[in-house]
Structure formats: structure tokens, C-alpha cells
């Protein structure tokens, strides 16, 4: 089909112009028109005979050619274009033996049209098209705006006429009902795509081109084999540079070193194309550059219009939002809902969400997605253990006035350094495709994908660990700072370090625990008032009370079946899963470690093994079991001591033991694990608990 305005050509006496396309060879209107002579005008040639000719060779062009050539042939026959459809449509009737009236209607002119493009079909059953656009492929949904005004400029430059709005809705019905049930299914992704162990990062620019990464590198491909979505808002990333350093990126960032380390981690999952994703929350004082480097975070991933949003009101509006792009920042979060906690628990890792079709009882619309999000404010919002266990908090430094900069002038430097940036981050994500068969972890967190890919990266940017090391001290404090911000865990904690076990009703806790709240937090919002809403708050804090050394067991018992709470001190886990594995134990002996009295059925709380020592190695770990012992008590919060404090105590550092006469802390020499045999075999991996 031809995307310019029909042209004509000329008979002998130049002024009766035949449609070009009548004019070419083998068409049945080109036949017809070849019957008059050269030389004579039309009127002649009809006056002769050739009108019957012509107008059954009219009956057999398709509707768009026909509604190009019908006014001008109309004109030389000096009748209405009425009449012509008529005799048209009589000499397709004996053709055919039936049929509808002759002018193509603009609704088959446009299914016509679209007969250039491509479709195909979503596995959600969204119908699409490829369609080419001055040289470049570009991707569309049926009913989006894009595919729209492609198909009503293509009718215009066939017709010179603009298409009808009832037209155009008819016509797309007819589109989308052969793309959903005569079309092949390709899946359509945003922004970022993974595809036969490849990764592709549309770059969002004129020409529709992307990033393809491999594990030998990667390269910017005019066609890549996958197909992406362009939604309104979204921003061309510039074209990556070889030969930058993701060490440059330090320089827009006021962050810590291990925090920029893990900052940059999930940059790299972001730039995968699968989740689950980590939740970043940064954290920190008026003024210390939170929503800028939130807004320069995604500049390097998926600029957008609006870089930086307000928490949504409703799963409906996050879900809509997570469909047209990739990365989501929400800026100045002061709280965050319970609900809202849930729905970013299930985007971060994988949900999905459905609602009623509008003027529909039966139809749903369903969102899936899986997205990387920011969240910034000045205080840590997180508070749910559920949502804190997938997230990274990083807290960012106050900025000196004598270190600021104009807006203006930061944001000059960052763009004219991310074309290099983004290409170092690609270098990591090639690095990480290569090692990421062959990373193993000594233990696997909640977050285990996003731990693994980042340790894969990892060594494109910094040393090998220095990811684990970093993670695994972030998620201690995770801990901490949930727990702590709980009362409830809080009380659950003072509970065990007064009575070390306890055990009974959800309702008899319930009062237990009031009377250690005292009167003020009970009356509090944040306090249940009902033993169901104790048991979700217990059941929810489980996990990171497991963690610090608390053990909630529900149970039940009697004839009744009663439902019991049982409470039990038992060895903290150091930062959980983070614990390195024991080295393998010799044949020997074994040390009891006890903590303390905690009962009958907890006093042996830990069983080391060790290889053969001396007399002063043995004292050492018993002195060592004293001070861990000590922890319980002199932490400073009537609980298991903070796994910190457990790893400060292995190296002999603790700083919160009993104090010497001087003042000077006291010191518990470190297990060196020298071999009484002078083997040299290492024991500092040994996790005491």
C-alpha cells in the first residue's frame, strides 16, 4: 500500500485525469480504461460502448482503491458519485450474487490500512501491533493513543480525508478481535526485559532502540527481539558510555561506604529483568539530599516525567502506576498503612491485584507486576517486619552548607557523567550474568535472588564480600530498629528476660503484657486491645524476635484444644541466616556453653564443637561462655543481647562487660583456634550462637 497521495496521469488531450494506479499495468481498471483510444476523451470511449467495461472493472477493486479513483471518475462521467456507487454496487451484485452497497465504508478502509501492521497478543490478552514508522519498529496496544494516531494518519494520507470517531472504534474492534484470536503471543515489557539469558534495557528514544547484555559484554541494537511498552511520562535514558566507573556515582551520594554499596546492589537488580526486588529506604535529616538522590536513582534506570510521587491512596491506583513503569519513588513518606505495608510486600516480590471492568458484572481487569521501589523521609517508616525483611535501609549524612551546591549546577555534572555511569552499571550486570551460576552464599536470606545477583556484581565495582558483608549488618539493624519501634516486642522481650520462658492464654499474655506496658502504652493506639489482634502482632514479630533470642510457639492442648502461647528464651541467631558456616569439627572434645539459669528444659542453649585445645584455650571459651552469659543482663535492655554485641564479644571487643577497677573494659581474649599439635587450623568462622 502506498503512503503517498495518489498521483494521475494524462490521456492524449491532457485534460481528463486518470488515477495513476487505474493507469498501471494488469489492474481490471487499467484494462478497462485501455479499451478507449489514446487519442479520443472519455466521452467517446463511453459513447462507444466501454462504460458497462468500466464500471465492472470499478466492481472489482478493493474499498481503498476504489474510494481513491470514484470522485474523479464520477466527474469524467459527469454524474453524482451516488449514482456511480449504485451502478458499482448493481455490477458487484451479479459478481457476487449479493453484497452491500458499493462505497467502502471508512471503518473497512482503516481494517485495510492496519493490515500494515503486525499484531500480536499479551498473555494478560491485551492486543498489539508492531507497526513501522520511518524506518524503526515501533510497539503498541490496539487501544492506546499511539497505535491511534498512526492509523488516523495513514488514513488521511491514503483518503485525504479524516477518519469518524464511530469509524475508528469499529474498526479497532475488528484490529483487536485479530490480534487476540488470529495473532501469535509475545510477552510486552517496560523498561527492562529478560530474554534466552539476555538483557535488554530500552533505551525509550526516537528510534525505539535498546541495550542488549550478555555475559561478554553489551551493545545498543536497533531491533531487539523482545517488545516494550512506551506509557505516557516515560523519559529516553542517554546512550550508556564504555570505560565509566560506578565509583563516580559516589560523588552525587552522601552516603557511607558500605551504605553506597548497597545502594548500587539494587541498582543492579533493578537493571535486571526479573524480581523479586529489594525496597531501598532512605532515611535521614531536612536537607540532607533524600529526594535527590531518590530522583537521580531512577534517572540512571527509568527517567520519567514525574520521577518522584506521593504514596497512593488505593492498591488500584500503586498497581496502575507499577503497569506503566519500571521503577516506582515515592517522595516525603511520613507513614506508612498497614495495607499499603501488604500491597508493597506483594510488588516487591511478585502480586497481583484484580478489579471489576468498568460497565461490566462479570469481567475483572488484572494487574501483575513486580517492581523496584524507593521510599524517603526523614524517619524510618517502615515499622512492619514483613516489609522490613525485603527492604535496605540506608541513612543518609547531613551536608554541611559549606559542601552544598545549586540544584542547578548538581544536576549539570550528573548529566553530563550518567552516559558513563550507566555504562559502568552495565559492566556489572554482564559481570553478574557470568558469575551468577558459580556465587554460593553461606546462607540464603528472605531475599535470597537479590542477595545472590548482588554478590555476582559485586566484583565489577568493589572487593568480593564486601556486598555480604554490608547486607547482613544492614539487616541486623533492620531488626533492631522493628522491634524496638514495636511495643509489643518489646514487652514480649522484657517478658522473657524476667521469667526466661512463660506459657498460657493469648488473653492471660495479653494481660501479662499490659502490666509491663504500664497504663500509658496500653491506652495507645498501637496496643491491641483483643487477644486476636495480640496473636496477628506476635505472629508477625515472630520472625525477628526468633532472631534476637525470643521463641513464640502457639500450641494448643486439652480436650478442648486450647490454644496456647509459649514463650521460650533460646540462642540468639547472629543476624539470622547471615551466620557463616562452623568449620568442621575434630574428633574430641565438645564444650557445654550454658547461659545463666533458664530452666530445666533450656539450660543447654549452645554446643560448640572444638578440636583438641590446651588448658588456657579451654578457660578462654569458658570465659567467653561467662561473658555471653553476662550479655543477658548488661546489655542494657533486660533481653538477648543485639547480635552485634555477640560478634564484638568472638573478637574479645565487647564494650558493654563488666568494667575493671580503672575503668578500662574488660577484655575476653579471642579463641585463636591454634591446635595443640601446632596446626595452624583457623576458628573464626565459629558462629557461639
Known sequence: MRASTPTSTRNGHGDHPIPREAAGDGSPLAEALARAEPAEPWSLAL???????????????????????????????????????????????????????????????????AAEAEPFRSPDAVACTDIEVAGHRETWPVRSQGFRRWLCRRFYEETGKVPGTEALQAALGVIEARALF???????????????????????????????????????????PVRFRRAA???????????GRVETLRRFLNVGDDDFVLVVAWLLAALRGRGPYSVLALSGEQGSGKSTAAAMLRALVDPNAAPLRALPREDRDLFIAAKNAHLLAFDNVSGIPGWLSDTLCRLATGGGFAVRQLYSDQDEVLFDATRPIVLNGIEDVIGRPDLADRAIFVTLEAIPEEHRRPEAELWAAFEAARPAILGALLDAVAEGLRRLPDVRLPGL??????????????????????????YAENREGAIWQVIEADPVASA???????RRRWRGTVSELLTALGELAGERLTRSKSWPTTPRALSGRLRRAATF??????????????????????????????????????????ASSEIDLKINDLGADANEIATVPTPSASPNQTSACEERADATAALWTQDGRNGPPRPSALKSLKHGTHSGLDRDADGADAKIPPFSGERADGVGERWDDVEFF
Open 445 to 470: 536470606p528472605r531475599m535470597a535472588d537479590f542477595a545472590l545477583w548482588a554478590s555476582a556484581c559485586e566484583t565489577a565495582f568493589t572487593a568480593a564480600g564486601a556486598f555480604w558483608e554490608a
Open 182 to 224: 488470529d495473532a501469535p503471543e509475545r510477552q510486552l515489557f517496560v523498561r527492562v526485559a529478560e530474554h534466552e539469558g539476555r538483557i535488554f534495557l530500552d533505551l525509550a528514544d526516537a528510534a525505539w532502540r535498546a541495550v542488549e547484555i550478555t555475559a561478554r559484554g553489551w551493545r545498543v541494537v536497533e531491533r531487539p
Open 47 to 113: 459513447e462507444a460502448g466501454d462504460r458497462n467495461t468500466l464500471i465492472r472493472a470499478l466492481a472489482r477493486l478493493s474499498p481503498l482503491e476504489y474510494d481513491r479513483v470514484r470522485e474523479k471518475v464520477a466527474e469524467h462521467l459527469g454524474c453524482r458519485t451516488s449514482t456511480l456507487d449504485r451502478e458499482v454496487t448493481d455490477a458487484r451484485r451479479k459478481d457476487t450474487g449479493g453484497g452491500d452497497g458499493c462505497r467502502p465504508a471508512q471503518a473497512d478502509l482503516l481494517v485495510e490500512i
Open 233 to 243: 511520562g516515560m523519559r529516553p535514558l542517554p546512550v550508556p558510555e564504555p570505560g
Open 492 to 498: 514480649v522481650r522484657a517478658l522473657v528476660a524476667d
Open 545 to 586: 524476635l526468633r532472631r534476637l533470642g525470643v521463641e513464640i510457639a502457639f500450641l494448643r492442648e486439652g480436650r478442648d484444644r486450647r490454644r496456647i502461647v509459649e514463650i521460650t528464651a533460646i540462642p540468639p541467631e547472629d543476624a539470622g541466616t547471615f551466620a557463616s558456616a562452623p568449620s568442621a569439627p575434630s
